[in-house]
């Protein structure tokens, strides 16, 4: 063989590498695409989830007085809306406690979306609170097969 067909055969080569470099690299931004697109889905579905629950009232037991006994405020353990009752007639936040939620889209299918509500240290709001205070964190959370980890946002309330 002479030099011509080594250069020949070295083009040819180097041209394949070039090819599947090329497809790799469009294959993954395809990838990233369509993962971009399914995290901006899940963050709206648990932006619109947050926005329902800020409408609603603090505490059922709460009016529109700003002086409040602490003591009277939902106790922990009574978190969460009464069985089949649905969440269009819920008219506080700590009815969403334990609240599921399947919305269908076309593109990505069901988007699972979770709230937990509980209360926290009203100096510290990354310390859950055991007991009554006036500051509760809602946690939204939103799971879909095409998400590599589950969506969390959260949100805080106090009186």
């Given at each position: 063989?002479?030099?011509?067909?080594f250069i020949t055969?070295g083009?040819?080569?180097l041209?394949?590498?070039?090819g599947?470099?090329l497809?790799?690299?469009?294959?993954?931004?395809?990838?990233t695409?369509i993962?971009?697109?399914c995290?901006l889905?899940?963050?709206?579905?648990?932006q619109?989830?947050?926005?329902?629950i800020?409408?609603k009232?603090?505490d059922?037991?709460v009016?529109?007085?700003?002086?409040?006994?602490?003591?009277n405020?939902?106790?922990?353990?009574?978190?969460?809306?009464?069985?089949?009752?649905?969440?269009?007639?819920?008219?506080s936040?700590?009815?969403y406690?334990?609240?599921?939620?399947?919305?269908?889209?076309?593109?990505?299918?069901n988007?699972?979306i979770?709230?937990n509500?509980?209360?926290?240290?009203?100096?510290?709001?990354?310390?859950?609170?055991?007991?009554?205070?006036?500051?509760?964190?809602?946690l939204?959370k939103?799971?879909?097969?095409?998400l590599?980890d589950?969506?969390?946002?959260r949100?805080?309330?106090s009186?």
């Amino acid at each position: 063989m002479n030099i011509q067909t080594f250069i020949t055969i070295g083009a040819i080569i180097l041209l394949g590498i070039l090819g599947i470099t090329l497809n790799r690299t469009i294959s993954n931004a395809e990838e990233t695409k369509i993962f971009s697109e399914c995290i901006l889905t899940a963050n709206s579905l648990a932006q619109e989830m947050i926005y329902e629950i800020k409408q609603k009232k603090f505490d059922k037991n709460v009016g529109d007085e700003i002086t409040v006994n602490v003591a009277n405020l939902t106790p922990p353990a009574q978190f969460g809306a009464a069985p089949g009752k649905p969440a269009s007639q819920f008219v506080s936040v700590e009815e969403y406690h334990n609240h599921k939620r399947t919305v269908n889209t076309n593109r990505f299918g069901n988007f699972n979306i979770v709230v937990n509500v509980s209360y926290v240290n009203e100096n510290n709001f990354t310390q859950i609170s055991s007991t009554q205070t006036r500051a509760k964190e809602i946690l939204v959370k939103v799971a879909n097969k095409y998400l590599l980890d589950t969506l969390k946002l959260r949100m805080y309330k106090s009186f």
